[in-house]
């Protein structure tokens, strides 16, 4: 058969590129996807609650002592509550100079920042630099349930 032509092929190059790039289109979409999953936040247990989360549950009055502080998770971020006293005292633990969580030192009696030395009264004011701004204040609330965050100022 001299004469005839070739039969087309049964798969032209059009279909496919075009089932490589849906191929590609869907692997892209995956990989956006769980890295979207990845950095989206989840919505923790203190995320509805006014209460103040800490490492294994609500923070309660019995979870600490006289004298005694600890950063725990709010609806407004990360709260250090620290009992002094008949009172209950919140702010917000997030250093005012690059944003590290502070802690309290129940020897100095200060709020201080682990990343750059900076310290803090009890009642979020600066003491020590490089911070120049106070901590937020975050108003309290005891019951038997635990500590809840009335409101924060920040």
Not at 38 to 59: C, I
Not at 75 to 82: H, I
Not at 110 to 116: A, G, M, N, Y
Request: charged share 15%.
């Amino acid at each position: 058969m001299k004469g005839s032509l070739p039969s087309p092929p049964l798969v032209s190059r059009r279909l496919v590129n075009a089932l490589l790039g849906l191929g590609f289109a869907g692997v892209m979409g995956g990989m956006a996807g769980a890295v979207l999953a990845y950095l989206w936040p989840e919505r923790g247990q203190a995320a509805g609650s006014d209460l103040v989360m800490g490492a294994e549950g609500p923070l309660t009055p019995q979870s600490l002592g006289q004298g005694q502080g600890v950063v725990g998770r709010s609806q407004v971020g990360k709260v250090l509550v620290v009992h002094q006293g008949e009172e209950w005292i919140g702010l917000l633990a997030t250093c005012t100079h690059l944003g590290c969580t502070v802690s309290w030192n129940p020897d100095s009696k200060q709020v201080e920042c682990p990343c750059h030395g900076a310290r803090y009264g009890l009642r979020g004011e600066v003491l020590r630099g490089p911070a120049r701004q106070s901590l937020g204040r975050v108003e309290l609330a005891v019951d038997a349930r635990g500590i809840h965050v009335v409101s924060a100022a920040g």
